[in-house]
């Protein structure tokens, strides 16, 4: 049986897994790091006093988040009866396996088990935004259409409306929105 490790290898190892405070996203400016209320997920937030990216300000997040939980529990539930089941099976893998993400540049989704899939898209190639409200407004369906036709569904998100709008005025600022 191995000897149990000493404290400076494990001060060692947590220090190697922390996130470090200069970390940047993308390449784009400074960001730090802090935990949000869930604590498997990390929220970046730019720095006080960090850098400045190419566009002339910090980029900093608006949104960063999964699947609304109310989706997940409906869908547990409506689940007992096998016909659902299908859809139930869907709503599951939306809880633990995608990631949105609203930054000041751009719009990303992180998808897979390992969050190793992953699409960025500037506002500037947003032309509209379309939401769809589900189970009385609680959750919804945000529906973005990019400059080459493609049609990016988020499904579940939380806060849709909220997130959908400030999607809007991100696009109109890039001067890239089309419709309403």
């Keep these: ?3 149990p490790p000493s ?6 190892s947590a ?4 996130p470090s405070p200069s970390a940047t996203l993308a390449g784009a400016s400074a960001v730090s790091f802090s935990r949000s209320a869930r604590p498997s ?3 970046a937030r730019a720095a006080a006093s960090g850098g400045v990216g190419a566009d002339g300000g910090a980029e900093t ?3 960063d988040g999964g699947a609304h939980y109310g989706d997940l529990a409906a869908n547990l539930i409506l689940g007992l009866t096998l016909l659902w089941l299908p859809l139930t099976l ?3 893998s939306r809880a633990f396996i995608l990631r949105y993400r ?7 989704v992180i998808s897979g088990l390992s969050g190793a899939d992953r699409t960025d898209f500037p506002y500037s190639s947003v032309t509209s935004v379309v939401v769809v409200p589900r189970f009385i407004g609680e959750w919804g369906d945000i529906v973005i259409t990019l400059k080459d036709g493609t049609k990016v569904d988020l499904r579940s998100v939380p806060r849709f409306r909220e997130v959908a709008d ?5 696009a109109a600022a890039e001067g890239a929105l089309t419709s309403p």
């Design 41 to 43: 997920r990390m929220v």
């Design 61 to 63: 997040v608006f949104f």
């Design 166 to 170: 400030y999607c809007r005025t991100m």
């Design 90 to 92: 869907a709503a599951v």
């Design 102 to 108: 609203f930054t000041s540049r751009r719009v990303t």
């Design 1 to 3: 049986m191995p000897p």
């Design 7 to 12: 404290t400076a290898a494990a001060n060692a």
């Design 15 to 18: 220090a190697f897994l922390r």
